[in-house]
């Protein structure tokens, strides 16, 4: 079945991603419509299962009411049962398979997901979250980036901070959307050459992704600069050494001041506030990170209405 999983930005066309952006920004407009908006019962009888091995805000709650608003019915067997060591993983997803239309799953090792992928022939799979991919992260930035600078072609994002989930799967979608991307990692975590690699082989309109290992040369000229936490879910062990190694590569007023008079900051969230961004950035007029998140919404409600009705994922 094409376009069963979304486990990575890359498992979409650059045509897809676009009808994705695109179907979510018209989702957005006509939300106001209600129990009236023409996708309000897009996808009833089907049911989402959303499985959450880490925490979640904005990603669990985001697909609840995504689903809900097009009809759909959610279910969240507890972690324990549906991600633990009960039963293999093949058996929980198989199970699914009888059920449920589409499953989000969070978790830690993207391999896992390929377990469920390799388990089934129906059901859809979507990754709300690994150690290595954050897809659906990514659809929302480039959305929000799209609204703020009106398209997101030809742009220039500065992301500063670890090379982990949220920037790798930031890179991919820059790449097909010919977003320009500049990374500021310290030396031993910015995003290896084999992701690098995969994302440059998606690019469009000329995008390039460029490393530094100075965040001050790499916000100068760029539209937006972008964070996230420098110790990722299950990195907690290792907070001491990362805090030691990311100093430096804190978002500051005077960071944002070497950016374009305009840029605007980005931020995942949950943020740290003091460690990874100031404050004042974060809560400044320039910070678009609730925009970020209203995007999450309308986002994962075009991702599903894509995976389920099939429309060109
Ligand atoms: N940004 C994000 O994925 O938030 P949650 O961890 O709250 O889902
Ligand atoms: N990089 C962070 C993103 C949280 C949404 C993490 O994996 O914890």
Redesign the pocket.
């Given at each position: 079945m094409p376009g069963r999983t979304f486990l990575s930005v890359l498992d979409l066309s650059p045509e897809a991603l676009e009808t994705c952006l695109g179907l979510a920004a018209r989702l957005k407009r006509e939300r106001h419509l209600g129990a009236d908006a023409p996708t309000a019962r897009a996808l009833a009888g089907h049911s989402l299962a959303l499985l959450f091995d880490k925490p979640s805000l904005r990603t669990r709650t985001g697909f609840e009411i995504a689903m809900r608003e097009l009809g759909g019915h959610v279910t969240c067997p507890p972690s324990a049962d549906a991600l633990g060591t009960r039963e293999p993983l093949a058996d929980v997803a198989r199970t699914l398979e009888r059920w449920a239309s589409v499953a989000a799953v969070r978790t830690f090792e993207q391999a896992r997901l390929h377990e469920f992928v390799e388990a089934t022939t129906r059901l859809r799979i979507v990754n709300a979250?690994t150690n290595e991919e954050?897809p659906c992260?990514a659809l929302a930035d480039c959305l929000t980036v799209h609204e703020r600078c009106g398209a997101v072609t030809g742009r220039t994002l500065a992301y500063v901070g670890d090379g982990?989930?949220?920037a790798t799967s930031l890179t991919h979608a820059a790449m097909m959307l010919g977003l320009n991307l500049r990374l500021a990692s310290p030396e031993g975590f910015a995003l290896s050459d084999a992701t690098l690699a995969a994302a440059r082989q998606v690019a469009r309109h000329g995008a390039e992704v460029v490393q530094y290992q100075d965040p001050v040369e790499a916000v100068r000229g760029a539209d937006a600069v972008y964070a996230?936490?420098w110790t990722?879910?299950g990195q907690e062990t290792d907070a001491t050494r990362r805090r030691a190694a990311f100093q430096g590569f804190r978002v500051t007023r005077a960071l944002m001041a070497k950016a374009n008079d305009d840029a605007f900051f980005m931020h995942?969230?949950?943020a740290h506030r003091g460690e990874e961004v100031e404050e004042e950035v974060l809560e400044g007029p320039r910070s678009v990170v609730f925009d970020q998140a209203e995007n999450r919404l309308h986002t994962q409600k075009a991702l599903l209405l894509m995976m389920l009705e099939g429309v060109g994922i």
């Open positions: 979250l954050h992260q982990n989930n949220v996230d936490v990722s879910m995942c969230l949950p």
